[in-house]
Every structure is written in structure tokens, then in C-alpha cells.
């Protein structure tokens, strides 16, 4: 069964400061692995999706990384701003094994940027 | 583009009532489309899904059902709800090899 964990649970950082988010999965078989953020009482909102032959994906100040093979993802968010406060959450898709491409979620981390 | 709807945003309801909660999905044909329950405190718990109209796929037993009777309609149902209804519910679409995107949620509590 796929397990994905998130560390840290919780992280505050000044404005302008560069921070990494930890994802990691048991599973390497994934077929995509997708970063999402939620604002509170708000649903997700998709950052960006990996595909399992990807590497790496770039949208604006974010950057993220896979390593499908350790089972890891990193979320790279540059020169953070209070407006980036947020739960991050990351899931993973499981290899074709149907269409339903349910996803495996993270309890994600509570990112917190002081102005 | 396309965008998804849920209603309604928030819903008190009394134990033991029934619960009706739509989505609906606009500008694509063909979703996938995913009912998630979100807790206080924890996470994202996948409760049914649909890859087509009447094929509903449960994923944890409870007293709870899902119905698809649209290509683009998702509804999830009790006819008797429990204080451990009471959650986040948030409705999702995607298609073959995409992300997957979110409905706005359904604050449901039930007293």
C-alpha cells in the first residue's frame, strides 16, 4: 500500500527566503506526482504535475523535483512572500493498473511566511 | 476552460437527516471524477470515485453512496448522516494522464 509523508508538518520562514518542501513516497511505481496547495476552508489548487519520466517541473517561483527511484519530491519556492502561507500537499498516482487514477495524498506541510 | 461547482458551500444538519451534495463539472467530457472527505486534523480520504455514468467505485464502506447520473454530475448521498459525517468534502476531476483539479469543498457539519 502507498504511504507519502511530508516533513516538515509545519514551517515558518521570514519573507524573501528561499524554502525547500519534503514529499516522500513508498511506492516508486508511481505514474505522476502532483503538488497541490490549499488555503484554509478553501479546496486545492493544482501547482504542478510530474509525470514518472519527468525530472523536474517549473511554474513561476516554483520548482519541483522527482526522484522517482529514492522516492522522493521537493517543492523549491524562491524568494517567498506572506501570500505563499499555505498547506502544500503532494499525492502520487499509482502505475496503470486502470483509469481511475486515484491519488495517494500527504498530510501536507503548513507553510507559513512572515512579512 | 473548464471548471468545476460544488453546492452547496456550507450545510448544518441535524444526526440522522439525509444529505444531498452535487458537483458538476464544466468544459470537458468523459472525467474521471472523485468525492474526497477532508477531517479536522487529517487528510485527504478518498471516498468513492467514477471513470463513466453509473460505474461508482467505493473506496472506504460507510453510510454513504455516490451516484453519477450525468457524464458531468457527481452527487454524494446518506440517507441517515452521523457526527463523523461531519467533515470538508471536496469533489475532483481529471482526465487520462492530466493533474487533477478541485471543486471549491462543502463545509458539512452535522449536530
Known amino acids: 500500500k502507498q504511504e507519502v509523508t511530508q516533513i516538515p508538518a509545519a514551517l515558518s520562514v521570514p519573507e524573501g527566503e528561499n524554502l525547500v518542501l519534503n514529499c516522500s513516497f513508498t511506492?516508486?511505481?508511481?505514474?505522476?506526482l502532483q503538488w497541490f496547495r490549499q488555503d484554509p476552508g478553501k479546496g486545492l489548487t493544482s501547482l504542478l504535475l510530474?509525470?514518472?519520466?519527468?525530472r523536474e517541473q517549473t511554474s513561476g517561483r516554483l520548482n519541483a523535483s522527482l526522484d522517482k527511484s529514492s522516492g522522493r519530491s521537493t517543492l523549491y519556492i524562491a524568494a517567498s512572500q506572506p501570500g505563499d502561507s499555505a498547506t502544500y500537499l503532494c499525492?502520487?498516482?499509482?502505475?496503470?493498473?486502470?483509469?481511475?487514477?486515484?491519488?495517494?495524498f500527504g498530510s501536507g506541510t503548513q507553510l507559513t511566511v512572515l512579512p | 476552460s473548464q471548471t468545476i461547482h460544488q453546492w452547496p458551500a456550507t450545510l448544518v444538519q441535524p444526526v440522522g437527516s439525509p444529505l444531498s451534495l452535487e458537483c458538476t463539472v464544466e468544459?470537458?467530457?468523459?472525467?474521471?471524477l472523485y468525492w474526497y472527505r477532508q477531517a479536522a486534523g487529517r487528510g485527504l480520504q478518498l471516498l468513492f470515485y467514477?471513470?463513466?455514468?453509473?460505474?461508482i467505485s467505493s473506496e472506504v464502506p460507510q453510510n454513504l453512496s455516490a451516484s453519477r447520473p450525468q457524464d458531468r454530475q457527481f452527487i454524494l448521498s446518506s440517507k441517515k448522516l452521523l457526527l463523523s459525517d461531519s467533515g470538508f468534502y471536496l469533489c475532483?476531476?481529471?482526465?487520462?494522464?492530466?493533474?487533477?483539479?478541485f471543486g471549491p469543498g462543502t463545509r458539512l457539519t452535522v449536530l
Open positions: 511506492d516508486s511505481a508511481i505514474y505522476n
Open positions: 510530474i509525470q514518472s519520466s519527468q
Open positions: 467514477s471513470v463513466g455514468i453509473g460505474q
Open positions: 499525492a502520487v498516482s499509482p502505475a496503470p493498473s486502470g483509469s481511475a487514477r486515484q491519488l495517494t
Open positions: 475532483a476531476w481529471t482526465l487520462v494522464q492530466q493533474a487533477q483539479y
Open positions: 468544459g470537458t467530457s468523459n472525467p474521471n
